[in-house]
């Protein structure tokens, strides 16, 4: 998985609640069984005009002018909710987000995004208020960083939030570890957990 | 020993390591269920780090969010239409042969849709924890089991460890007291459940459904209820087991028989929440008062009482919602016209559920302009319906009768709903495009779904029962 340090970068504000997983990834869209050709699927519903179509929708945030290139997302309370695939991840990595701002997430579209790469950060709703407003103006020229080392988030004209992550997330990501490695590092612990467990629930063995 | 929740007892007995502030917990994982959406990926990192299916005893496999419900896709040897799907289907076909784990294929009797199968083949029992890349797992919880979804890479993860690293979550008790009046079903009370909580008010909880009305349901009911525990953003539900619980269970293929079986309900009879145990919540809601509820938004939250009204007024997320519905503030739900009308999935794909429905359509068509789908949660779902001759009476009345699987909750299969239409659907998401693109769900009991279909309009379903 790639590392991540720190990142300077456009931003697309999305500020709105409850972008649930179908919104980032409608499951027509989602056909592949491989991880990528996601991301031409990414936000489909609201990105293209006709269904199932590719025409862009002008009005759609990515593809509003200043806004090629984003790398970081800005959202709204409960940002992936819905269902717990993955797709919306990975669809979203594909197109280049390594960093998704938010109030609140759905724990479960958290846990995959730190999985695949990408910094979940939660701040204030009205600090990404603020944030939003300052892209908007200029989204090109206001290029968000996002700082895992330093755990900061800051804009050109001197916004700085603090970034708030678990010590073990803030590691996977900074390492990009996969977490199959981290959890075999505990084997002898899984294996005495089998054995004691096989003679006191033998059922479950059947 | 301090009073202990259900879902405390269950979780400390599968922790391998304990959670830190800085690490989660590593917990055990009884059961693994997959299927052909969400494990394709998770095989190849397997394959990719030479790493065998950790526990084959432990992991099953089926077929069925993406499988055709068409019988001759199915049994007549034409190949599946869908190429998206055809190759889903081929793909865990190779992967449970290459890796040994066992498929509960295509053409089996015992297919169905993951969260059906599970109870109806005693897979699922209290006090195991359950995972499956789906957020519906959190079905299982009516067993007093710890159930709930995961995504792909944590899929691979179990498949590769048989652990899952975990958060614990806080507790939440759900007391429902009284007795459901007739006519409102299980569905209508989680739905009453999730307008009280807001769809993201469980976040971060395991509920714990408990009371009168609760202990009143059979576990088909309580399945209904456990399914949209995620719709209230909680990580899992669960109903502690009882007698209704061990008499469901009993004699199921999977599970233990003589004296494992004593065994084992000795341990289940352990399980429910010692008394005084402390919740970190509590929701309490008077199951008497309730009424048939319908949604009328784009999340299940967004719901009110069939005799009720769409709010008048409301925040932007308000206004989008009624915006893609094609609704207006302050209208009322009841005679709101219905083009599509679809029963199944595993939140109402059960053969009380399709009982329900017959019971409506017995005697009566489909409206003119209205199509039903009817779609069992499984092939044994299937089999025991067609054997009471409910089929007959949903061909009868016009309703296209199918093989089992998710079809039209999801829309992934091709069973999808034409855009700017309206679908009264017992599945249990209402998202934007979640059943085609532009379609509009309002999620509601099998009942009422019933109503609507004869009607075709939002009908109470009381007043066809009388
Ligand atoms: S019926 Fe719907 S919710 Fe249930 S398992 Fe299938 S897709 Fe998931």
Redesign the interface.
Known sequence: MRKFTTLTAVAAPLVRANVDTDAIIPSREMKAVSKTGLAEGLFAGWRYIEIGGREPNPEFVLNRPGYAGARILLGGENFGCGSSREHAVWALAEYGFRAVIAPSFSPIFYGNCVRNGIVPVKLPAQAIALLAAAVERDPAATPLTVDLVARKVGAPDGQSYDLPIEAEAREMLLEGLDGIDLTLKQRAAIEDFHARDRAERPWIYL | MTARTMFEKVWSAHE??QET????A?L?I?LHLTHE??S??AF??LRA?G?PVRRL?RTVATLDHSTPTDREQIFGGVPIKL??AR??VE?LERNAAEFGVELIGLRSDKRGIVHIIGPELGLT?PG?TIVC???HTSTHGAFGALAF??????V??VL????L?Q?KPRTCAVTVNGRLPAGVTAKDLVLAIIGRMG??GG??HVLEYRGEAIRALSMEERMTVCNMSIEA?A?AGMVAPDETTYAYLKGRP?V?QGE??D??LA?WRQLPSDPGAAFDREVVLDASTLEPMITWGT?PGMVAPLSGHIPSSGD??FR?ALDYMGFEPGEPLAGKKVDVVFVGSCTNGRLNDLREVARILRGRRVARGVTMLIVPGSQQVKREAEAEGLDQVFKSAGADWRESGCSMC???NGD?VQ?GKYSVSTSN?N????Q???ARTLLASPATAAAAAVTGFITDPRELLS
């Open positions: 391998v390591v502030a800085d690490t989660p590593v055990y009884d959406v969400t394709p990926q190849s990192v780090g790493l005893d190429e998206s190759k889903q793909q029992q195991k890349g789906d957020s979804g995961i995504g792909t890479t944590e691979g993860h590769a460890t048989q652990c690293l958060r769809v993201s976040t971060g953003g990580r999977r233990p494992a079986w065994r084992a341990e999340n932007d997320v989008k999801l829309g992934m999808t855009a998401r998202f934007e495009g979640r085609g693109k532009g």
